[in-house]
């Protein structure tokens, strides 16, 4: 039979109304004739609890644990779609991470997915099993532990089941329906996209845009999946929602695909560093060793042999960042005269395939942002995304100035 993978995320099954509303929807594609594997995520909400259960009890938390912890919401969910499959005469059971086995690096709390096995699966779905229901962002660790695969993560768990099970479709049912051109909660103007290219989705997930982990994107890109997205809330036919492709797929798309943000971002300088060789691979050596996510990085000309480091990464690791140059420094490995942290900053992005063959989309960026007297901290840009860093409550007039100026409401 053909394999379809749906998966709910946590508003899709935030109570035991939502739950059954999807569960009708896999009954839908079970009268098809599929064999259906769903992922479901927590009840919506229930994640956070979980990492607050865990923050509250240890600062420094062992992050085997943590992933013992925050893992649990999926069970509920995974069995109670179960039950209320079974309850709906459709064959269904649940399955957990380690029971599939979904097997993943030892990285607690952002581990990658190694393999999955498709023997057990295939087994029940070979004696009449029709849905499999798997607990999503869960795996086991080589060393035997239960893993998690980072915030978001249950859109990655769809794609590789998806991609191991050489699914026709892998359908992310959400909240919204389907990839905007911002996020629509920010901009009123934003518009739903039919399609979106793999490039464009990976910068667009990565910049911020929680719609999709950024993990999964790479990873249906990579095995040819298709993926769509499509809103949970409503009817859906065969062409609803978004569907993320080749770009060769897309006929026509604007210059700027879309705007990101990211709310959550911190700057840290460090002041008065030596500008020779080696130094750079010490600083940011010793913040990815703390397991810190620097993104944008600036170096200040220097003067007179010292320069200014500035990196970006995201508020909630700044202490850690702080903790470890702070000791780097008291151990003679690093001199410097300051460090200063500005955890009050978001980052806005443009992101487009167009911009490749089409210039002045940058200085038009800079141009929006100066009519509206935001300060512009830090510039990254790559082949298809400009980022900048501005302060926090400029955010939102940032992407809706920008979408008004990219004219993204219009195709
Ligand atoms: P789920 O719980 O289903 O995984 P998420 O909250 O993780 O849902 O992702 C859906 C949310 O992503 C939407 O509610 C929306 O606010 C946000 N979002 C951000 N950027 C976009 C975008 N460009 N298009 C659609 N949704 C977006
Ligand atoms: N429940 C997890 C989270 O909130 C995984 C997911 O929903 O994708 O991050
Ligand atoms: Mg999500």
Not at 14 to 32: H, P, Q, S, Y
Not at 178 to 207: C, N, Q
Not at 248 to 265: C, L, Q
Request: hydrophobic fraction near 40%.
């Amino acid at each position: 039979m053909p394999v379809l993978v749906m998966k709910f995320g946590g508003t899709s099954v935030a109570n035991l109304d939502r739950i059954r509303r999807a569960a009708k929807r896999v009954g839908v594609e079970v009268a098809k004739g599929y064999d259906v594997i769903v992922i479901v995520s927590a009840m919506s909400g229930e994640t956070n609890k979980l990492v607050g259960l865990v923050d509250d009890t240890s600062p420094l938390y062992d992050a085997r644990e943590y992933d013992a912890i925050v893992s649990s919401g999926e069970n509920v969910t995974a069995g109670l779609m179960a039950l209320t499959l079974q309850e709906m005469d459709v064959p269904a059971r649940s399955w957990q991470g380690w029971q599939v086995p979904l097997l993943t690096t030892s990285a607690h709390s952002q581990a990658r997915i190694e393999e999955i096995p498709t023997d057990n699966l295939n087994a029940k779905f070979g004696e009449g099993m029709r849905v499999a229901v798997v607990a999503g962002f869960q795996g086991l660790s080589p060393e035997g532990r239960i893993t998690t695969l980072g915030r978001g993560g249950s859109d990655t768990t769809a794609v590789a089941f998806a991609a191991a099970f050489g699914a026709e479709r892998c359908d992310i049912y959400t909240d919204v329906d389907g990839v905007y051109t911002t996020d629509p909660r920010i901009s009123p103007k934003a518009r739903k996209l039919d399609k979106i290219s793999f490039e464009e989705m990976l910068e667009l997930a990565s910049l911020g845009a929680k719609v999709l982990q950024t993990r999964s994107v790479e990873l249906a890109m990579r095995y040819k999946v298709k993926l769509r997205v499509l809103s949970s809330f409503e009817e859906q036919s065969d062409e609803a929602g978004t569907l993320v492709c080749d770009e060769e797929e897309i006929m026509e798309s604007n210059v700027v695909a879309g705007v990101a943000y990211s709310r959550d971002e911190a700057k840290m300088t460090l002041l008065s560093v030596a500008d020779r060789p080696g130094i750079a691979s010490i600083i940011f050596g010793c913040l990815s060793d703390a397991g810190v996510n620097v993104d944008m990085i600036v170096q200040n000309i220097s003067e007179d042999g010292r320069t200014d480091m500035t990196c970006s990464l995201p508020t909630d690791q700044v202490a850690r960042a702080k903790q470890a140059l702070e000791q780097l420094k008291t151990d003679g490995g690093l001199n410097y005269a300051e460090l200063v942290t500005d955890d009050g900053v978001a980052k806005v992005s443009v992101v487009g395939i167009g911009m490749r063959s089409q210039s002045g989309v940058a200085a038009k960026m800079f141009k929006v942002l100066s009519d509206e007297g935001v300060n512009i901290k830090v510039i990254t840009t790559s082949e298809i995304k400009i980022s900048v860093l501005i302060d926090r409550k400029y955010m939102e007039l940032a992407v809706q100035a920008l979408h008004d100026a990219f004219e993204l409401e219009k195709v």
